[in-house]
């Protein structure tokens, strides 16, 4: 499978129809961003080991994630768990001249993450090493966030980073089963809609598993 093949499942499938979610895959190739024993399995639709306890996400996972973050031009973004650095740079794409921080507790995978930014010549992604699961307060308030690793909860830090109008997408459950949550934050009012069961690993740190 390639990622022309992935797009027109999803869009025969009515799971992606916006179509700058699909040129911001097309310009960002989940090749780059696997491990070389893993390049010919990049466009597979599942989850890819990339080391340390990690993996880069299944491609309709991401793409269901990104539709429903609702991203738009000129956003500033908070991604907790960069990974490879995938999903930051797609993200970087659909809200550029908007700017994407993204964190990452494991020190190996930030250098490798923006290696992989980098390569692609992306200047509105920054990587930060640190703790994702207390957000990051320093460049906070963000009109999204997006939690790649399963948490146990919805945390207030979290909450209290998101701009009113702002929108965060979460796994959350338990270590074996979790649901996608869209938090939106309207006159400090807080909305939770539930998008179907996923499955993620674990969220490290202080407020994490």
Same mark, same amino acid.
């Given at each position: 499978?390639?990622?022309?093949?992935?797009?027109?499942?999803?869009? #025969? *499938?009515?799971i992606?129809?916006?179509? #700058?979610?699909?040129?911001?895959f097309?310009? !960002?190739p989940?090749?780059?961003f +696997?491990?070389?024993?893993y390049?010919?399995?990049?466009?597979n %639709?599942y989850?890819? $080991?990339?080391?340390?306890?990690?993996?880069i996400?299944?491609p309709?996972?991401?793409?269901?994630? !990104?539709?429903?973050?609702?991203?738009v #031009?000129? *956003?500033?973004?908070?991604?907790?768990? !960069?990974?490879s650095?995938? /999903?930051a740079?797609?993200?970087? @794409?659909?809200?550029d001249?908007g700017?994407v921080?993204?964190?990452e507790?494991v020190?190996?995978?930030v250098?490798r993450?923006?290696?992989n930014?980098?390569?692609l010549?992306?200047?509105?992604?920054?990587i930060?090493?640190? %703790?994702?699961?207390?957000?990051? @307060?320093?460049?906070? =308030? &963000?009109? @999204?966030?997006?939690v790649t690793?399963?948490s =146990?909860r919805? *945390?207030?830090?979290?909450?209290? /980073?998101?701009?009113?109008?702002?929108?965060?997408?979460? $796994? +959350?459950?338990n270590?074996?089963s979790?649901?996608?949550? @869209?938090? !939106?934050?309207k006159?400090? #009012?807080?909305?939770?809609?539930?998008?179907?069961? &996923?499955? &993620?690993?674990?969220l490290r740190?202080?407020?994490?598993f």
């Open positions: 499978m390639d990622i022309k093949e992935l797009i027109s499942y999803w869009k #025969k *499938n009515g992606i129809r916006d179509e #700058k979610i699909i040129q911001a097309l310009s !960002t989940r090749h780059l +696997v491990p070389d024993e390049k010919e399995e990049a466009y %639709d989850p890819l $080991p990339i080391g340390h306890g990690q993996t996400s299944q309709t996972t991401v793409a269901i994630m !990104t539709q429903a973050l609702m991203p #031009k000129g *956003n500033k973004v908070l991604e907790i768990g !960069t990974g650095g995938w /999903q740079a797609i993200l970087a @794409r659909i809200v001249p700017i921080y993204s964190v507790i020190p190996e995978l250098e993450a923006r290696k930014i980098a390569r010549g992306l200047k509105n992604v920054c930060i090493h640190g %703790d994702g699961s207390k957000g990051l @307060r320093e460049y906070a =308030p &963000f009109d @999204r966030i997006i690793a399963a =146990p919805i *945390n207030d830090e979290w909450i209290k /980073q998101l701009k009113n109008n702002g929108i965060l997408i979460a $796994p +959350v459950g270590l074996w979790q649901k996608m949550l @869209r938090v !939106t934050k006159n400090n #009012k807080i909305f939770i809609e539930d998008l179907g069961g &996923f499955l &993620f690993v674990p740190g202080e407020k994490g």
